[in-house]
């Protein structure tokens, strides 16, 4: 009994050396990136007594479809037919050009994430059969990476350093470099040195320099590079203050404007006053007060209801007048007293005789 089950034993085991079978495969499992070529082999040898046609097929069982296994490429007959599956159409292909000569690999071009499943070979020669599987897994290689400070970059600060892909399949490696200076990690940041954040504490000016990143999975890397610059605080307020002074210039110039506005008001005030008459290439305007007046009140309003003919006395005070009179005046005051005031004025103010003894007495203003 024990004697024939080994001679059956002994059969079968040489019957399935003779028979047709398939070359162990390299690997069970190929991973390749999106849009590249995977090669699935499939080598087989045929015994002596395989006399039968020789057909072939894939089937491939998609991974997010566990039902039926579809054929993808069938040879039968001496013929391909390889126009089952739409979505592999025009991308699946036997590598050899003789499939009798036993290589019915196969490529399948420009890769998808829908390809992503196990591929079946099955090699038929009666009455030899064969089949050997593989899996195909398609990953995306990181692209697009991106790396920036999220935070303020000042001194004392906390702030983040982040490195992110915009696409790439899981499990995703992260390295961070410094490029610039003595190419040393800032020490307390060597923990994180492989993660996609690196969180910085109480920033100084030495972690200034380039730095990259480097993100890679199975399929490929892709890199950023980032250029940190930690500045004082003072720097940063800098930029504002920059922006508050040249506010400040802008009402600085809006003052002076009023200032010589007001002035000439005072002077038209105070010609008025003492009658004092310097234009003689002027011809006397029709009515003084109502030029005085328009400046007096509001120019917009004074200009709107100015009639044609005070408009002439008008201009002429802008562009005759009052030019002449602040190049007269503008050094002197407010130091001294305008040189046309008259003598009452003077002694009232009681600048005329003590000018020089009063500034000394105010020694400890100098
Ligand atoms: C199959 O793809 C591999 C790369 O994966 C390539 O080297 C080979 O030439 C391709 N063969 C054919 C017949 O396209
Ligand atoms: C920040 O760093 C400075 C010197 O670099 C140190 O004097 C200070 O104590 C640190 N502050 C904190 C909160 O760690």
Redesign the pocket.
């Known amino acids: 009994m024990a004697l024939l089950l080994r001679v059956v034993l002994l059969c079968g085991v040489a019957d399935l050396i003779r028979s047709l079978s398939i070359t162990p495969p390299d690997q069970m499992m190929i991973e390749k990136a999106k849009g590249e070529t995977a090669y699935l082999p499939c080598k087989f040898t045929i015994g002596p007594d395989d006399q039968g046609p020789l057909d072939i097929e894939w089937l491939l069982s998609p991974a997010d479809n566990q039902q039926v296994d579809q054929v993808i490429i069938l040879y039968s007959g001496d013929k391909i037919y390889d126009n089952y599956h739409e979505a592999l159409k025009g991308r699946v292909h036997f590598t050899s050009n003789d499939l009798k000569a036993g290589d019915a690999s196969i490529n399948v071009t420009n890769l998808q994430l829908s390809d992503i499943g196990t591929y079946q070979c099955k090699v038929k020669k009666a009455p030899g059969v064969a089949n050997k599987k593989v899996l195909l897994t398609v990953l995306v290689k990181p692209s697009g990476t991106r790396c920036f400070v999220d935070g303020s970059e000042e001194i004392?600060n906390d702030f983040k350093l982040k490195c992110e892909p915009r696409e790439g399949s899981l499990p995703l490696r992260y390295e961070w470099q410094k490029l610039s200076d003595s190419q040393k990690m800032p020490t307390p940041w060597l923990a994180e040195m492989t993660s996609p954040v690196i969180t910085v504490?109480?920033a100084?000016s030495e972690y200034s320099g380039i730095y990259t990143c480097t993100v890679q999975n199975r399929v490929g890397s892709d890199q950023c590079r980032l250029n940190l610059d930690v500045v004082p605080p003072s720097n940063r307020a800098g930029t504002i203050a920059g922006a508050i002074i040249g506010i400040l210039f802008a009402l600085v110039i809006i003052g002076f404007i009023v200032f010589c506005c007001r002035k000439k008001r005072r002077e038209e005030k105070y010609e008025k006053e003492v009658h004092h008459d310097i234009r003689e290439d002027v011809p006397p305007p029709k009515s003084r007060t109502s030029t005085a007046r328009s400046y007096i009140g509001s120019n917009h309003s004074s200009l709107g209801s100015m009639s044609p003919s005070n408009m002439e006395g008008y201009s002429k005070t802008q562009y005759n007048q009052v030019p002449s009179e602040d190049f007269e005046r503008a050094p002197q005051s407010p130091t001294l007293p305008p040189a046309k005031v008259a003598a009452p004025n003077l002694s009232r103010m009681g600048a005329v005789p003590v000018m020089i003894p009063a500034q000394s007495k105010d020694g400890s203003i100098v």
Do not use: H, S
Request: aromatic share 0%.
């Open positions: 004392g504490r109480n100084t």
